[in-house]
């Protein structure tokens, strides 16, 4: 499930690099451009949907857990598949948990915009250095089923992304709108208001307004980091937090 909604995000971003490429060389008015400003506004994250995703992802992961079949996945060393049938070395309910918790985690912070975000998931990892370790460690099939099977591709990230591409493909057609009715471009986004957009873009990541600069002409966002440096600005062309 959650590889569907990775390929179905980087399709929209190529639908918007599309439209974005498209937008420098365009002929058309203000007037033909700004619908497709305000059309965009249906594209952002949806967040209540990647909602559900992770819950079926996490009810799938389960289901398999409860199953008696779950030996099946260490079929190819003969000790992994005799320990995962022991209670001491694979404890169902425990494992469970591991993911419950994962899950819960993730989806508590697609509810919140990113720079409000308390709680970070840490990646878990457990690669035993030895057979003596699996040996004498609690669940310790089960942790390495975790470390297996979890895939967090730090999802409030590329939420938050995904959002910054919409609203910079929004705030370029904007801006263009505005070059065709004045010959030069604002001097801020917030020129922009109410005539071109109903209010100033804002950057996903912080909350604070979408940083443009007129004379380099560039939009570009504080990123993940949260910190804004000289880089943030002069970062290689194509990236994902700065658009041309």
Request: hydrophobic residues 35%; glycine residues 6%; aromatic residues 12%.
């Amino acid at each position: 499930f959650l590889i569907q909604y990775l390929v179905g995000r980087s399709m929209k971003e190529l639908g918007l690099e599309t439209m974005r490429r498209m937008l420098s060389g365009s002929s058309l008015t203000s007037q033909e451009i700004l619908p497709y400003a305000q059309e965009l506004e249906k594209y952002g994250a949806n967040r209540t949907s990647l909602t559900t995703t992770m819950k079926a992802e996490y009810m799938t992961i389960a289901n398999e857990i409860s199953g008696v079949e779950i030996v099946r996945l260490f079929d190819s060393t003969w000790y992994l598949k005799l320990l995962a049938k022991s209670p001491y070395h694979f404890k169902r309910n425990e494992t469970k948990l591991l993911f419950a918790e994962e899950f819960r985690s993730v989806i508590n912070n697609l509810e919140q915009e990113y720079y409000s975000q308390t709680q970070k998931s840490e990646p878990f990892f457990f690669y035993p250095e030895s057979i003596l370790k699996i040996i004498i460690t609690s669940n310790s099939i089960g942790r390495d089923l975790f470390g297996t099977l979890i895939f967090d591709p730090d999802l409030a990230v590329q939420v938050a992304l995904e959002d910054f591409a919409v609203r910079g493909t929004q705030t370029m057609l904007a801006l263009k709108a505005y070059y065709r009715d004045n010959g030069f471009l604002p001097a801020t986004l917030e020129a922009l208001a109410p005539n071109y957009l109903d209010s100033n873009p804002r950057d996903p990541f912080d909350g604070n307004a979408l940083r443009f600069s007129a004379s380099e002409r560039v939009i570009y966002s504080i990123g993940e980091n949260l910190q804004e440096t000289t880089e943030d600005k002069n970062r290689e062309g194509g990236t994902a937090f700065r658009f041309e």
